[in-house]
């Protein structure tokens, strides 16, 4: 089975950039999806296929896929942002999602 | 504006039976994968299963600590997806979200999710 890496947590300076990792074996021939899950809600798609936003979700909000790392990143973070990050890929007809990253805004 | 609204969770004895259900609206049923994901209290996401749309083959794919014991099936007719959960175990308990998406696109609408408890 296909496996997905995440560090368990993040810290980021308000109004400063933070990167969340998701490392796999060849995870760059991959389309990695990326989800926020604020307590207590349903997980929100924030990019899908390594770069693309869906509407509504801010600029601020961009990834990256190359070799066997993907990353998510989120400048000028805000208190708002602050949360649990999921990478996703699909392995042949399964869905494999990472550990999760917390992220905190101080 | 895209709904899926998750019901049927519940307390269920280990060994037991639940079926969960996920009414949808505000998108193209019938041209629709729909997934099941779930979380353990505390845990991170775990993809339970797939649905593809009939024109896609209509074909079914579980993860493997579920194959065998859970069924995913949809009526298009009433937008409604289902999850048949037979000989349920303690680690089944979880909130199940109901989910649209596909490789290309991601997992892009969730349900609020239903919980389920299997405990004695």
């Known amino acids: 089975s296909y496996d997905l890496t995440q560090s368990l947590s993040v810290s980021v300076a308000l109004g400063q950039t933070a990167r969340i990792s998701c490392g796999g074996n060849?995870?760059?021939?991959?389309?990695v999806h990326w989800y926020q899950q604020k307590p207590g809600q349903a997980p929100v798609l924030v990019i899908y296929?390594?770069?693309n936003r869906p509407s509504g979700i801010p600029e601020r909000f961009s990834g990256s896929n190359s070799g066997n790392a993907a990353t998510l990143t989120i400048s000028r973070a805000q208190a708002g942002d602050e949360g649990d990050y999921y990478c996703?890929?699909?392995?042949?007809?399964?869905?494999?999602f990472g550990g999760g990253t917390k992220v905190t805004v101080l | 504006e895209v709904q899926l609204v998750e019901s049927g969770g519940g307390l269920v004895q280990p060994g037991g039976s639940l079926r969960l259900s996920c009414a949808a609206s505000?998108?193209?049923?019938?041209?629709?994968?729909l997934n099941w994901v779930r979380q353990a209290p505390g845990k991170g996401l775990e993809w339970v299963g797939r649905?593809?749309?009939?024109?896609?083959?209509?074909?079914?794919d579980y993860a493997a600590p579920v194959k065998g014991r859970f069924t995913i099936s949809r009526d298009d007719s009433k937008n409604m997806l289902y999850l048949q959960m037979n000989g349920l175990k303690t680690e089944d308990t979880a909130v199940y979200y109901c989910?649209?998406?596909?490789?290309?696109?991601?997992?892009?609408?969730w349900g609020q999710g239903t919980l389920v408890t299997v405990s004695s």
């Open positions: 996703q890929v699909w392995d042949s007809s399964t869905a494999v």
């Open positions: 505000g998108f193209s049923f019938s041209d629709a994968w």
């Open positions: 989910t649209t998406g596909t490789k290309t696109w991601g997992l892009d609408n």
């Open positions: 060849n995870i760059g021939n991959k389309n």
């Open positions: 649905f593809k749309s009939i024109s896609d083959g209509g074909t079914r």
């Open positions: 296929r390594d770069t």
